[in-house]
């Protein structure tokens, strides 16, 4: 069992679907990352969230849209999503962005499929 | 972006046997940090060694870092069917942000 839970665990959408990833955490970490991962490869940054506030976005575009209600949820919305946007899409925490030296802990990620 | 690479690719050994990784990357760091992945599962932090310590050592893991070669090994000792998964080194730059190796795939054969 990890300590970042992460629903669903699936989740098959179509291209003009509107859904929603989330991610929780009670570890009291307040820093929080989503991180996308294609098959065979390592994962790649989107977002990063430090106190609740959004502390980088990687150019990801706009069709994904992050959101920090508390500092123990994370959620991802998902709207007009491509065919090449299927992946596995992985929560992390941390119990700081800054300053660094901490380790992140992952949830299991959500299998995402695009129709 | 991915500063690291990570050597072998793949590795394939016998149950009982070590196995060795390595991770190089290209720019000054605060930390280097291993990961491991298992199929189909999130990654699972294995050890951080920063940037002024050279050996790092976690029950069967051995983790040693060379700043002047950019480079780092994680040894894996008397390995088990249960150690098959992916390896990700991971280092993390002077903005905090962790740039990923490509990964390393170790197969245990029983």
């Known amino acids: 069992d990890t300590e970042v839970t992460q629903t669903p665990k699936h989740l098959v959408m179509g291209m003009t679907n509107k859904k929603s990833l989330k991610c929780e955490q009670h570890?009291?970490?307040?820093?929080m990352y989503w991180y996308k991962q294609k098959a065979k490869k390592p994962p790649e940054l989107m977002f990063v969230y430090s106190y609740e506030k959004l502390s980088i976005n990687e150019s990801v575009p706009s069709r994904f849209s992050p959101e920090c209600p508390n500092s123990s949820l994370l959620n991802l919305h998902l709207h007009a999503l491509q065919p090449e946007d299927s992946a596995l899409y992985l929560c992390?925490?941390?119990?700081?962005?800054?300053?660094?030296?901490?380790?992140?802990?992952f949830g299991d990620g959500t299998r995402l499929s695009i129709l | 972006s991915q500063q690291g690479e990570e050597d072998p690719q793949a590795l394939s050994i016998q149950e009982g046997e070590n196995a060795t990784m390595n991770c190089s990357y290209k720019t000054s760091i605060n930390n280097l940090q291993w990961y491991r992945q298992n199929s189909g599962r999130g990654l699972v932090h294995l050890i951080l060694?920063?940037?002024n310590e050279r050996e790092k050592h976690s029950g069967r893991l051995r983790v040693t870092l060379d700043t002047s070669k950019k480079s780092s090994s994680l040894l894996i000792t008397a390995s088990r069917a249960a150690d098959t998964a992916s390896y990700f080194c991971a280092t993390e730059r002077s903005n905090y942000q962790l740039i990923w190796g490509a990964g390393t795939k170790l197969i245990i054969k029983p």
């Open positions: 060694i920063r940037s």
């Open positions: 992390a925490s941390s119990r700081r962005q800054v300053p660094g030296n901490q380790p992140q802990h």
């Open positions: 570890m009291g970490h307040r820093a």
